[in-house]
């Protein structure tokens, strides 16, 4: 496999500061790809349960656990 890191770091960047994409999009790439940075900005932005609820995949197994606790313990602590 070929060493990429540079390029996923870019792409990172440019979700992170310039992409006009939904919030749920780069969510589910930030899971897709491990991006750490990205995943915790679109957490951080999340105000409201409606959000959180927009990001919810239809397809329950596209998140692991640890992807459904954030969102748990996010909407939780929103209330």
């Not at 500061?17 to 951080?44: Q, R």
Request: overall charge positive; proline content about 3%.
């Amino acid at each position: 496999m070929y060493d990429a890191k540079t390029a996923i770091r870019r792409c990172e960047e440019f979700l992170l500061e310039k992409s006009k994409s939904s919030m749920k999009i780069k969510f589910a790439w930030a899971v897709k790809y491990n991006l750490d940075a990205l995943k915790k900005k679109c957490l951080s932005e999340l105000k409201t349960a409606a959000e959180i609820r927009e990001l919810v995949p239809q397809n329950a197994h596209d998140f692991g656990p640890d992807v459904w606790k954030e969102l748990f313990l996010k909407a939780y602590s929103s209330q």
